[in-house]
């Protein structure tokens, strides 16, 4: 089973994404603030896993932000269609 990660991961102490690692990624060690992930990436993915969250949901609000905006300059002259903001 593999899992891919389109988000870097950053530290959970200092949100620095440069890191240390042995072979298997078991271990993991920041190079900026020297905290040592003994749980390896998997406890580096699950800090993180809010942080990915919350980026997920901001580009989301955006993109829906964006699209009622369009929307409402493309009908603005038609009397059927009405947009109703939050
Ligand atoms: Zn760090």
Redesign the pocket.
């Given at each position: 089973m593999s899992k891919k990660k389109a988000v870097s991961l950053v530290?959970a102490?200092?949100g620095?994404g440069d890191f240390d690692h042995n072979e298997d990624k078991s271990w993991v060690k920041?190079n900026?603030?020297n905290?040592e992930y003994s749980g390896g990436i998997d406890e580096l993915a699950e800090f993180n896993q809010n942080r990915i969250q919350t980026a997920v949901n901001d580009v989301g609000q955006n993109l829906l932000e964006d699209f009622t905006k369009k929307m409402e300059s493309t009908f603005k002259n038609s009397k059927h269609i009405k947009f109703k903001r939050r």
């Open positions: 530290c102490t200092c620095q920041c900026n603030c905290r």
